[in-house]
Each structure stands twice: as structure tokens, then as C-alpha cells.
């Protein structure tokens, strides 16, 4: 064991020094370069670009032992003495430092001046070693649950009834007291980031024990969240339950436990409805992994998005995270993501499609989930088979896409079981959303869309790919739209009226599909659902045309006729109407087609014995017989 002797003064010194001299030979040396005609290794990688790059290396080296020494000068006289046993290694130096700063920590005595001042040291240096996982595993496991929880208590009475207010005696109390505030905030962020960093090494228990002191792991979790960073899920997953259960679906019981005025303040930020579970929500959303840790735990996710009661809205915080868990998650270059998205997808859908109803806040990413997997609500509409959650690949039996879409679509790698009873459920319960509504609508048009253009391409023979594309459109947009609205509609004539508004929601922006090869439908739906859920329906993407063509039939039926026409008139087949309209040379697509222009269509269509006929004829048919199929409504 070997004793080693720093003097603060000349190590800061030469810690500076070395500072000025890299700076110094890095720009005399880029100087150089620029001014040398040809290439001169030395400059580069050579003689001074390792001198400089060894000097910049040894700077964690000398800052790791001057703050040691900062802390072990607890005389200040300048001077600190510490022992090492193998050589001075700068991982030695670590573990030294780090269980100098736990046990400070731990004899924080937030009365004394010193200490106030020392507390200010350690507050730079857990900022300082934040991300060192080294540092921050030495002094989380130094601390313990508690001893984290202890640490935030002791700060947090640096104010209220516990403190001696000391400030309000001084010269300057206003800046004293803003000193405290600094002080908080700093050692807040600072040990946030610690526990964030440390928690990879923890045990899972960690995040149930500091759960136990909910006032701190909402403090902690509120900074975690102001440095957009997030926690190791399994820790992450622990502390979620363990608030859940001690809330017990009664959200007023945070303002019950912490009504106390001393809790409601910390660092910059107010605290007067301090509420854990939000600020664990706010977390939740920063990264996939922890989004998935919530919503792939089945009593987590069915308490956020079903059971829990909402008056204090947190389902819309909720929706955002199932969003990041889903949605966002199912076009990953991550595997492992993108089949947990599926997964929880599925879930979500079987629990919310029989007997759960989701809460307000969750219903814009349910919307978002079905047009997500819009091929599989097409494979399963009319399939009561599939009992049971679960996760395929698609191109694995029995899971085909179906006729039109391919591999090149760009639909999400892995697809969600479902089955029509549950699908239907779920629209159901979103009906009411216009967000939703414009999601799944957009998907359910753009889906079509690549479908009919396939069909047209491909017509003729037995059977006919145009002909059979026409009527599991027609079938399949009837099923959405039916579902959607009929959730609360008891009467036909209400139904009717839902119908024709529903509509307006399923236009899109056809002229985006590519009709002169394989049609990329998944990027163009996965920018629709984003813009529905983030932005909202919008009244002025509704198109008249559509609304004009509620006069005879339901505008679903209108709208899909419009779609079958659109394509066949994109590869020149025989329509039987007279000119479709065009703007800059390019056809006119549905969505934006006046309504005097749809009647000119649909009244042309309907005069003439064409293959546009045969496909109008088609889809009106298989829209009746799924009316048929399901109820009057």
C-alpha cells in the first residue's frame, strides 16, 4: 500500500496548463496543415497529433484525482492524502472518489455552513461523473434506496418548517436564498442522473424500494425526465408497479400524503399537485425500452389505458407513451422492438376490443395501432378464428398479404393477431375520436388505393384481380367504417348520418401513391398516422366531393367506387366516363374532386356497359352484402 500526497493548488495548475497546452499545438498544428502544400504525416497522425492526443488522455486522469483531493480536504489547507494498494490506477482513483462522495452524502448536515458549501463540491462532481457508470454505480450502491431517498429529504428541508431559515437573517437573504434553490436543483439533476446511469447494475428490487418514498422518486424522476434520459427497464418496470399499487386507483391520495407546503417546492420547479405517477409517465416516453417496459407489463398497461380513474387526465400522458411503444416502435431497424410493438399491439386490442373500453386519453393511439396494422385488419374483418394475442412474421403460413401488397409495401416485419370481434370492439370505442378516426380512415384509403392499382394493372382473366380487389375493398372499407360508428348509434337514420360524416375521414392524399410501379404503402401510412396523432383531424382535409355523394348511397361506397375509377383511369382502361378531371396535367385524385365533378363521374359510369360498371357494380354489391352481414345499422 502506498500513501499519495496532492497539492490542490499545483494540480489544478497544471491541469489548466495542460488545457492551454493542447489547445496551443492543436492550432499551431491545424495552422500548419493549412498552409503546407502537400501532406505531412507528421501533423496528422505522427510525431504531435499522438503528443496532443496522448496530453487530452491524461486529463481524466488528473481532473479524477484533484477532485478526490478537493473532497478530502475537509481542513482546507490544500493538501489531501489518500492510500492505494495498486499503483494509483484511475479505476482505484474512482472507487476512492466515489465512496468519498457517499459517505459526505450520508453526513450531510444541511444546518452547517460547511456543509452547505461542501454539498455545493459534491453537487458539481455528481453533475461532473453523471454519465461515468463507474462513479455513479460507486456512490447509487454506497447510498442504497433509502440513502438516495435520505439525501433528497435532506435537501428538501432546506426550506420549510425544518430548516432554520438562516437566509432571511443575512445581509443579502434574496440571494441566499436563490443559493438554496441552485443548490437543490443542482444536486437534484445530479443524482437523477447518477441513479439514471447507475441503474443498469441495479436490482430490479431497486426501483420497488425507492418507490417506498414516492415524494423523492417523483423528485428523482422529474430530472431524470428535464435531462431527457430514462432508467434501466427492468428497475423502470419495478418502480412503476409499486407506485400503481400504492395508488390504487385513487389518484387524490398523492395530494392526501403531500399536502404539507414543504413538499410542494423543489429546486426551480413547483410541486403544489405533485403527482409520481406522472412524472414516471413523463420518463416513460423518453426512450423505447422504457415505453415497452410499461406497456409490454400487462397490469401496467391495462391499469394506464383502461381502469385507472382519469380526472386528473394522465391517460393523454399515457397515450403518448403507448405511442412510443407502439407505433412509433413498428417500423424499428431494432428487431427486438419492432416485435415487442407488435405484441403489445395485439394485446392492447384483445383487452380493449372484448370488455375494456380504453380511456379518452388512449383512444388517438388505438387509432394509430389499427392503421398501423392495417393488412391485418384486412386479414381478419371477416375472421372470427383467432382466438388468441400474438405476433406473426409476415410471409410465415398462414399469413399472406393480401392481393396487391407484397413484401415492397413497407408494412411493419411483424404483424399482430387479431380477429374481427375484437377489431370491431376496438373501433367501436374510438369512433368518438376524430384523431383516430382520420388515422385508421387514411390507412384503411391508402391501403385500398395500392390495391386497386394493382388490380388495374393485372386485369383480366379468371378471376379477375381488379374485380377481386373491388370487392374486398368495397367489403373491407365498409367494415371500418361501420365499426366505427356504430358504437353508440341505435337507429339506422343516425347511423346513416354518422356514416356520411365518417367519411370525409378516409380521405387521403391519393396522388402520393406510386401507380407506375409496386406502391411503398407503409411510409406513406406511417407519415398519416403521424400527422393524425400529432396534429389532429383537421375539417379542411374533408373533401365535398365525398360529402356530395351521400345523396343516394352511403359516401363509403362512394368514395371506394371513386378509388376503383381513379386507378383504372391511372392505366388507361376503359371507364366509360367521359374525361376524368385533370389539374397540371395529372388526374384530379378523389379526395379533391368537386362535387359537381364526382356526379359527372358516377352519372357517366352508371350510362355505359364498360369495366368501369362491371367494378362500380362490384363494390356496391359486396358493401350491401356486408351491411347484410352486419345489421341494418
Keep these: 500500500m502506498a500513501d499519495i500526497k496532492i497539492d490542490i493548488k499545483l494540480l489544478d495548475s497544471a491541469l489548466k496548463k495542460l488545457d492551454t497546452l493542447v489547445s496551443s499545438v492543436d492550432g499551431q498544428r491545424n495552422s500548419a496543415k493549412s498552409n503546407t502544400p502537400i501532406a505531412l504525416p507528421s501533423l496528422d497522425d505522427g510525431t504531435l497529433g499522438k503528443t496532443t492526443k496522448w496530453l487530452t488522455e491524461q486529463k481524466p486522469e488528473l481532473q479524477t484525482r484533484l477532485d478526490l483531493a478537493k473532497l478530502l480536504d475537509v481542513d482546507g489547507d490544500g493538501q489531501a492524502t489518500y492510500q492505494v494498494e495498486h499503483g494509483d490506477k484511475l479505476w482505484e482513483v474512482k472507487q476512492a472518489l466515489g465512496n468519498e462522495m457517499t459517505k459526505q452524502l450520508k453526513d450531510l448536515d444541511i444546518d452547517s455552513a460547511d456543509d452547505r458549501k461542501r454539498a455545493a463540491l459534491l453537487a458539481s462532481l455528481l453533475n461532473r461523473y453523471q454519465d461515468d457508470k463507474d462513479v455513479s454505480w460507486q456512490v447509487m450502491n454506497g447510498l442504497g434506496p433509502k440513502g438516495v431517498s435520505d439525501v433528497m429529504n435532506k435537501l428538501k428541508d432546506l426550506f420549510g418548517r425544518n430548516s432554520n431559515g438562516y437566509w432571511q437573517r443575512t445581509l443579502n437573504p434574496g440571494d441566499e436564498h436563490q443559493a438554496l434553490i441552485d443548490l437543490q436543483e443542482q444536486m437534484g439533476k445530479g443524482l437523477a442522473g447518477m441513479f439514471s446511469t447507475a441503474s443498469s447494475k441495479m436490482d430490479p428490487e431497486w426501483g420497488k424500494k425507492v418507490a417506498e418514498d414516492p415524494w423523492s422518486a417523483a423528485i428523482l424522476l422529474h430530472y431524470i425526465d428535464k435531462s431527457r434520459k430514462d432508467v434501466d427497464p427492468a428497475v423502470f418496470e419495478s418502480m412503476g408497479t409499486a407506485l400503481k399499487d400504492r395508488e390504487h386507483n385513487d389518484p387524490t391520495i398523492w395530494g392526501q400524503i403531500y399536502n404539507d407546503p414543504d413538499y410542494r417546492h423543489f429546486g426551480k ?3 403544489k399537485e405533485i403527482n409520481p405517477l406522472r412524472e414516471y409517465l413523463n420518463v416513460a416516453d423518453n426512450s423505447t425500452r422504457d415505453a415497452q417496459a ?3 407489463n400487462k397490469d401496467l398497461r391495462h391499469y394506464f389505458t383502461v381502469e385507472r380513474q382519469d380526472s386528473d387526465h394522465l391517460s393523454t400522458q399515457a397515450g403518448k407513451v403507448l405511442q412510443v411503444a407502439t407505433t412509433d416502435a413498428a417500423y424499428s431497424d431494432n428487431d427486438q422492438y419492432a416485435r415487442k410493438a407488435a405484441e403489445i399491439s395485439s394485446d392492447l386490442l384483445y383487452d380493449i376490443g372484448g370488455k375494456g373500453k380504453p380511456l379518452d386519453g388512449i383512444k388517438e393511439e388505438v387509432g394509430g395501432i389499427i392503421a398501423t396494422y392495417i393488412a391485418d385488419a384486412d386479414r381478419v374483418h371477416a375472421d372470427e378464428a383467432q382466438k388468441d394475442a400474438g405476433v406473426h412474421e409476415w410471409g410465415e403460413r398462414p399469413y399472406k398479404y393480401a392481393l396487391g401488397i407484397s413484401d415492397e409495401s413497407g408494412l411493419p416485419k411483424y404483424g399482430i393477431n387479431l380477429n374481427s370481434t375484437m377489431l370491431r370492439g376496438a373501433l367501436e370505442d374510438i369512433g368518438d375520436n376524430e384523431a383516430a378516426v382520420s388515422a385508421v380512415g387514411k390507412a384503411t384509403t391508402i391501403y385500398n388505393q395500392a390495391r386497386f392499382d394493382y388490380g388495374a394493372k393485372h386485369h383480366g382473366g379468371d378471376p379477375d384481380p381488379l374485380l377481386t380487389v373491388s370487392q374486398s375493398s368495397s367489403e373491407f372499407a365498409g367494415f371500418m367504417t361501420d365499426g366505427l360508428v356504430n358504437g353508440d348509434i341505435d337507429s339506422e337514420e343516425s347511423a346513416a348520418k354518422e356514416r356520411k360524416k365518417m367519411a370525409g375521414y378516409f380521405t387521403a392524399p391519393l396522388d402520393l401513391i406510386q401507380t407506375d410501379k409496386v406502391p411503398v404503402i407503409g411510409g406513406i401510412i406511417k407519415g ?31 368514395l371506394t367506387k371513386l378509388q376503383g375509377l381513379y386507378a383504372m383511369e391511372q392505366n388507361h382502361l376503359p371507364t366509360g366516363i367521359e374525361g376524368w378531371p385533370k389539374e397540371n396535367g395529372r388526374l384530379v385524385p378523389p379526395s379533391d374532386l368537386k362535387t359537381e365533378q364526382v356526379q359527372a363521374i358516377l352519372n357517366d359510369v352508371n350510362h355505359g356497359a364498360t369495366k368501369g360498371t362491371q367494378v362500380t357494380a362490384e363494390i356496391e354489391d359486396s358493401y350491401d352484402n356486408m351491411m347484410k352481414k352486419y345489421g341494418g345499422n
Excluded at 375539417?539 to 360529402?547: G, Q
Design 294 to 296: 410499461v406497456m409490454g
Design 269 to 271: 420547479d413547483s410541486f
Design 528 to 558: 398519416e398516422v403521424k400527422d393524425a396523432l400529432i396534429e389532429g383531424y383537421t375539417a379542411d382535409k374533408t373533401s365535398a366531393a365525398i360529402d356530395a355523394g351521400n345523396a343516394a348511397k352511403d359516401a363509403t361506397v362512394t
